[in-house]
């Protein structure tokens, strides 16, 4: 069985950014695959295998139906995840092509696939900042976290294959985009965790990894239904975090964002 894989989600291989990440990841000796992603910029991709679309459940919860192209960028992800399960890959760390490496990204990713295998998914970088426990170094200078709630964003993460199990077969029903399906990880209990600070970050140009289609026609429910809905939901995560306290806490946020902002030579904050 393959131990450890990198690879980068690409609907264009031959683009600029894909171009410079992968001559990034070779400059920090990491050899790497390109994922050909699934195409929703112009119509609902078809879905194959057990792959399944549940717009009753999307609508009960946001009021308004995926895009196409959110449908392209969650069938990108778990069809990466599922290729990488059924090569034997024990652990894979998932790149959008837009994203830039911090100058110690190999360091600290070489360090990340060998925690143990409960961290079952790591996020390397997030687009929120929420409460999150410190637990251990990875290295001098990056910390293993546990957020209360996700962070938003796909950008790149590691997942496990006992990650790739609860996300294959949880995620194979599609109601929300694949970022969020990662946010509500008490829904099929994936043990979710961040670097902090962030080794990667993201450019301010688009990934060719399409997400959202803003001219898709909408479908609304009532207000109420959705406000339930979601109180529903919080209730849960509550009740997950409950069971699960001594994972969670005590936690706190950061004292400054961990992303790219962060001034340099500043001590990570468990230091």
């Known amino acids: 069985m393959t131990k450890t894989n990198i690879q980068i989600i690409s609907l ?6 894909c171009r410079r990440l992968l001559n990034e990841l070779n400059q920090q000796g990491l050899t790497t695959e390109i994922f050909s992603a699934v195409d929703g910029r112009h119509a609902t991709p078809a879905f194959v295998g057990d792959e399944v679309l549940d717009l009753k459940a999307t609508l009960k919860y946001r009021r308004s139906a995926l895009t196409s192209s959110e449908i392209g960028c969650y069938l990108s992800h778990l069809r990466a995840i599922r290729n990488a399960y059924e090569n034997g890959i024990e652990k894979l760390c998932l790149l959008e092509d837009d994203v830039r490496l911090e100058p110690h990204f190999a360091e600290v990713l070489a360090a990340a696939f060998e925690l143990p295998n409960t961290i079952e998914f790591i996020r390397l970088m997030g687009l929120k900042v929420h409460r999150r426990k410190l637990l251990q170094p990875v ?33 194979k029903t599609i109601s929300e985009p694949i970022d969020k399906l990662y946010d509500h990880f008490w829904k099929m209990d994936l ?3 961040s670097i902090e600070p962030h080794i990667i970050w993201e450019e301010a140009s688009s990934s060719s990894v399409a997400k959202k289609n803003t001219s898709s026609s909408v479908k609304k429910l009532p207000d109420l239904k959705s406000f339930v ?23 706190k946020k950061p004292k400054q964002k961990p992303g790219k902002i962060r001034i340099k030579n500043t001590p990570p904050p468990f230091l």
């Open 12 to 17: 264009n291989p031959a683009s600029a950014d």
């Open 229 to 251: 809905a979601k109180k529903r939901r919080s209730l849960n995560r509550y009740a997950y975090l409950l069971t699960h306290s001594n994972e969670f806490f005590p936690a």
């Open 139 to 171: 290295n001098d200078n990056y910390a293993l976290t546990r957020p209360l709630k996700g962070l938003c964003g796909t950008q790149g993460y590691i997942i496990n294959r006992c990650g790739m199990i609860k996300v294959l077969e949880f995620g």
């Open 191 to 193: 043990r979710t965790y």
